[in-house]
Structure formats: C-alpha cells, structure tokens
C-alpha cells in the first residue's frame, strides 16, 4: 500500500500555541504518518501587528487541506487593544461557521488523582447555532433604555446532525449511552425540538441507551458522579460551559483535547486543545503538549490514519511523571521513546 500524504494546515497562534503545535506535529512524524504542513500566522500577534484577522480568501484557502491544527488565539491576560469578540467572532466562530464544522467533539479521561479519575466520556457540542448564532442586536446603546437581544438558532437540520454523530460515537462506546443536556423546563422551544430529534434518532440505534439531564444537574453529576456519562450532546453554549467543568473534573484543560468537525469533509476539520495561550510561560518550557497531541489523535483518526492515533493515545495514556517537572520537551520525549 502507498503511504498517504496528508496536507495539514498549522495556526500556531499566540502564547504556547506554536510550542505545543510544534511538539504534536512532532510526535504525529514520529508516528509514521507523513504530512505536507503549510503554516498561517493568524491570531493576535498577528492582528495587533497588521490588523488582519481573516479574509474570504484565507478561508477558502484553509478549507482545501485535510486538516487543520490549531495551537491557541488570543492576547496576554490584561491585554485590552482587542476588543473582545475581534478574533473570537472574526476567527474562531468564522473557521466554525465558515467550514461548517457543525461537531465540536472533547473526550475525557479522569487522570490520576482527578476527581473523575478513571472516568471515560465524551461531550458533543453543536458548533454552529444555538446562542453562538449571532443573531440578535441592540437598540439605544448607551442610554437608560438600552436593549439588547441575543436569540438562540436551533435548526431541526443542525440539531439533528449533531445527535446523530452523538449516536454514532455512543455505538462504538464501552457502555454505547447518549445523555442529552439541555434545559427543558425552561428553555421550552428549544428544548422541545431537541427533545423530539432524540427521540426520532433514538429508534435508528435500538443498541444505544439515552438519558436527559437538565444542565444545572448535569453540573452536579459531573463533580459529583462522572461515571454517569458516556457521550453528552448538547447545544452549543451549554457544551461550551460543560467542557470546562469536565476539563477541571478530569485533570485540567491541560489535558483536554477538541476537534472541530466536518463530518460530511466539505471544509477542512479543526483539531484544537481547549486551553488558551498561556502567554506568562512562552518560551520557558513548561507548556504541556499533551492536550495538542491528544487533538492530533482526533485529527488522525478522522484522517483514517487509526494505528498511528492509537499509538499516540497509548502513549498519552501510559505518560507517567509530573508534568510540571519534566516540561514541554522531557513530555514530548517520552512519548516519542513510548512510540
Ligand atoms: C472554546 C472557547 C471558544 C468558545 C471561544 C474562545 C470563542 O471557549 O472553544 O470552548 O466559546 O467556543
Ligand atoms: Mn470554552
């Protein structure tokens, strides 16, 4: 069989972003799996330097490779000539949007001494609609009868999209369940129409068991008693708030690992960690890159590169030793003896 060459496109990004990108590409070679890689320098430094932050042509660009990894975006705590939104609406959301990458998908494993240690689940996000939508606006900014809306946009199309994906990860599961995390009870619209698409979903996978939880509880549950969960899905606000909590319950967002997902591959999927940029420890060596190679997994098996994906993933979940010690590099280079 000839080996594929996979076209990655890289967005280092700002903070630890390019350390950590730099270090899962690494290890992602090491693995065998060969890759053409074309870098764009996008994110804050970028912006504050030239005042870019995408255009129509970037974008198009980005959709034709067959995958995209993501280090981290954003400025220095404290840093305030961006003014908020710029590079979330004008660069993450519009590489969501604008690639229709409609799954936000984070697994998570509860690590040693977690207070979910053990635990294996997973989070389906909607990444396109709900309350990240855009719609809504203001009126009388400024003035004592200022008004402001922000509408969610549940789509019968979009909704059922994303259960679905949610039931075909569930299927492959250990324990194959899929809880729906919403707020029915109040939410009443929106909450009905996802209720009914599980519903309508739920008869195509008599093999997978489903469940509700309203999301205040399913804050408890989380902390409380993870091992209740296999695949969430949720809308998108919901799962945004819902990765932290789970990434803090697992051992940290230093460990958390996401993929912006085109399932249908009419744009290029995104591959991303959920921590940030981390400004304060650039270039000291104390970025952990195992929430970058863990996207990098994600990327791999959506790539079909599985036996690569899952060497990688024993590797990050054989890692021993403490983090904080061995750094960027002594972690990177366990995982390339473990390889
Ligand atoms: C995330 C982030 C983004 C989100 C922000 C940076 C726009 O918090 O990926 O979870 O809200 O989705
Ligand atoms: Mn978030």
Request: aromatic share 12%; hydrophobic share 45%.
């Given at each position: 069989m000839t080996q594929r060459v996979h076209s990655i496109g890289v967005i280092g990004g700002d903070g630890i972003g390019p350390e950590v990108t730099e270090a899962a590409l690494e290890v992602v070679r090491a693995a065998?799996?060969?890759?053409t890689t074309?870098?764009?320098?996008?994110?804050?430094?970028?912006?504050?330097?030239?005042?870019?932050?995408?255009?129509?042509?970037?974008?198009?660009?980005l959709r034709g490779f067959d995958a995209l990894m993501l280090g981290a975006i954003g400025p220095a705590i404290g840093d305030t000539r961006i003014p908020g939104g710029t590079l979330e609406r004008g660069l993450l959301l519009r590489l969501r949007f604008g690639l229709d990458l409609f799954i936000n998908y984070r697994p998570f494993r509860g690590v040693a001494g977690s207070l979910a240690?053990?635990?294996?689940?997973?989070?389906?996000?909607?990444?396109?609609?709900?309350?990240y939508a855009g719609e809504g606006g203001v009126l009388r900014r400024g003035t004592p009868y200022e008004v402001a809306t922000q509408g969610s946009v549940n789509t019968r199309f979009g909704v059922e999209r994303c259960v679905r994906y949610a039931f075909e990860r569930a299927r492959h599961c250990a324990r194959p369940k899929v809880t729906l995390v919403h707020k029915?009870?109040?939410?009443?619209?929106?909450g009905d129409l996802w209720s009914?698409?599980?519903t309508d979903v739920q008869g195509d996978y008599p093999d997978v068991a489903v469940?509700?939880?309203?999301?205040?509880?399913?804050?408890?549950?989380?902390?409380?008693?993870?091992?209740?969960?296999?695949?969430?899905?949720t809308d998108n606000l919901f799962g945004d708030i819902l990765s932290d909590l789970a990434g803090a319950v697992t051992g940290g967002i230093?460990?958390?690992?996401?993929?912006?997902?085109n399932p249908t591959k009419t744009g290029a999927s995104l591959f991303e960690p959920v921590h940030g940029a981390a400004h304060d420890i650039v270039g000291t060596n104390r970025a952990n890159p195992l929430a970058a190679v863990s996207s990098a997994v994600l990327m791999l098996e959506h790539l079909g590169e599985d036996e690569a994906a899952t060497r990688i993933a024993?590797?990050?979940?054989?890692?021993e030793g403490d983090a904080s010690i061995l750094g960027t590099s002594g972690i990177t280079n366990q995982l390339l003896e473990r390889l």
């Open positions: 065998g799996v060969v890759m074309e870098h764009f320098d996008l994110g804050a430094a970028r912006y504050l330097r030239d005042g870019f932050v995408l255009d129509e042509a970037t974008l198009e660009q240690q053990g635990c294996d689940f997973a989070i389906v996000r909607e990444n396109t609609e709900g309350p029915t009870n109040v939410l009443t619209f929106a009914r698409v599980m469940d509700y939880h309203h999301v205040d509880a399913a804050c408890i549950y989380l902390v409380e008693d993870p091992r209740r969960y296999s695949v969430i899905v230093g460990f958390a690992a996401s993929g912006n997902i024993r590797a990050v979940r054989d890692f």
